[in-house]
């Protein structure tokens, strides 16, 4: 079975700074790549998704991933975090014909 | 407005109670989806369906039942079975192994 991880938790960054959140998954063949986000109090929502093409894949908001298939990753970054930008990050992976494997998710928070 | 709408927002609960999630989409999605979410554990799978009137267990299906006669829905049933029921309950549709679109959740806690 695929498995998904998010090695950091929780993630406390001061505003301007660069932010860099990784996602390891364990499946060997092909694989669609996701980031959501869930911001309190809203719905979780797509940020990105990875199919196929460029593995440096542009989202919303000034978010980035880039899919390293060496090395089973799919990190993500944003040069510069706002306030507005904590939230808990899931990342999630499916290959064809399987569901949807989510990683236990980072808590993000941002002081201003 | 398309979207998939999730009733109740809370909903309590005393042991030895069912108690049934609404899950409503009119996106046209084919697969629906239920998962439940525990804080550091992210989301996990209880049941999926990609069909009407199919339906098929996810990862932790034990003590939950579910049903789905219209395409539009697919309610979630917390039997009194499952052991430890208080958590954020979420639903999702996609179009087949595509992006899933998830609703505002459910919050259950058993009193």
């Known amino acids: 079975a695929q498995s998904v991880s998010q090695h950091n938790h929780h993630v406390i960054l001061s505003e301007a700074a660069s932010l860099e959140l990784g996602c390891n998954y364990s499946?060997?063949?092909?694989?669609?790549l996701f980031w959501y986000v869930q911001y309190p109090g809203q719905h979780l929502q797509l940020l990105l998704k990875?199919?196929?093409?460029?593995?440096l894949v542009k989202g919303i908001k000034g978010f980035e991933a880039e899919f390293i298939k060496s090395k089973f990753s799919f990190n993500l970054r944003k040069p510069s975090v706002q306030w507005s930008d904590t939230a808990e990050y899931f990342c999630?992976?499916?290959?064809?014909?399987?569901?949807?494997?989510f990683g236990g998710g980072t808590r993000l928070m941002v002081k201003p | 407005d398309g979207g998939i709408t999730q009733s109740p927002k809370y909903l309590f609960r005393k042991e030895g109670q069912n108690v049934t999630l609404s899950c409503e989409q009119n996106?046209?999605?084919?697969?629906m989806y239920w998962y439940r979410q525990d804080p550091g554990q992210g989301l996990r799978l209880i049941y999926y369906?990609?069909?009407?009137?199919?339906?098929q267990k996810g990862d932790i299906a034990e003590g939950y039942s579910v049903s789905r006669e219209k395409k539009e829905s697919f309610p979630l049933t917390v039997t009194s079975a499952q052991k430890n029921p208080t958590a954020f309950y979420l639903c999702?549709?996609?179009?087949?192994?595509?992006?899933?679109?998830f609703g505002p959740g459910t919050r259950l806690t058993v009193l």
């Open positions: 999702a549709s996609s179009i087949k192994y595509n992006e899933q679109f």
């Open positions: 499946y060997g063949g092909t694989v669609n």
């Open positions: 990875y199919f196929s093409g460029d593995p």
């Open positions: 999630a992976v499916n290959n064809a014909g399987n569901m949807l494997t």
């Open positions: 996106l046209n999605h084919d697969a």
């Open positions: 369906s990609q069909i009407v009137n199919d339906f």
